[in-house]
């Protein structure tokens, strides 16, 4: 189809069959990622002859102040540094219907950013990091005693905000936007979703930190998005 490459995402499985906490099998496992690259690099793109096709390869972010075996670290990242283009680092998804919150928030993100290039060998990698910006919100259910909610598009949030016509509040602690609002039912919601203002501060992270951007996911979000970029 002519693309200029791939971005492979397999690391969370993993973790999640238990592959990354048996040392052989990482170890098999990193050696897997290291050969695709390497084969991608030896292909010339059909639409550049001289542009190998790229590797970028998505991580997940640490929830632990320290590092456990199943974790993509900085010896990861310097390991794979020359037979991947680029790493997407998922700094998104932080809360969920059962913990309700920010979809970012942009302590953990510097957090996160710094124990993945903690030392001085991952420092130098920066510039193949990806910062991952959510386009989506959240809209969480937090009636006492009750759970639920989910993601939602920028769509949805404007109807959202049609219909309810809430007023939007500033969390300074996670730098996002949020409202409440009691649907139908009665039931209390919070609904998290970027805005001009979250998302520059974002981009402004990025520079400060010298990583580049990924977008979670680009048609998600709403049009004026655009002019930040």
């Known amino acids: 189809m002519e693309y200029d490459g791939i971005v492979l995402e397999s690391w969370s499985r993993w973790a999640a069959y238990g592959i990354l906490h048996d040392p052989e099998l990482r170890n098999k496992a990193l050696q897997f990622i290291k050969q695709l690259g390497h ?18 390869y998505v991580i997940g972010p640490p929830y632990a102040e320290k590092l456990q075996p199943h974790d993509f670290g900085p010896e990861d990242l310097q390991s794979l540094s ?6 997407s680092f998922m700094t998104y998804d932080f809360s969920s219907p059962h913990n309700p919150g920010p979809n970012a928030p942009l302590k953990w993100i510097r957090f996160t950013l710094q124990i993945l290039l903690g030392n001085s060998g991952a420092r130098a990698l920066a510039n193949k990091i990806f910062l991952g ?44 936007h949020f409202f409440l609002y009691v649907d139908d039912e009665h039931i209390n919601h919070a609904v998290f979703y970027p805005s001009l203002m979250s998302i520059s501060i974002r981009l402004e992270e990025a520079r400060l930190q010298g990583v580049g951007i990924s977008i979670w996911e680009i048609g998600q979000g709403l049009d004026y998005f655009f002019n930040l970029l």
């Open 39 to 56: 084969a991608m690099h030896s292909v010339s793109s059909s639409r550049n002859g001289k542009q190998y096709l790229q590797l970028v």
């Open 82 to 87: 020359d037979d991947v283009d680029g790493f």
């Open 133 to 176: 910006i959510n386009f989506y919100g959240n809209d969480f259910v937090i009636s006492e005693g009750s759970e639920g909610g989910g993601a939602i598009t920028g769509r949805e949030y404007l109807s959202l905000l049609e219909k309810h016509k809430p007023k939007l509040q500033w969390e300074k602690n996670s730098g996002e």
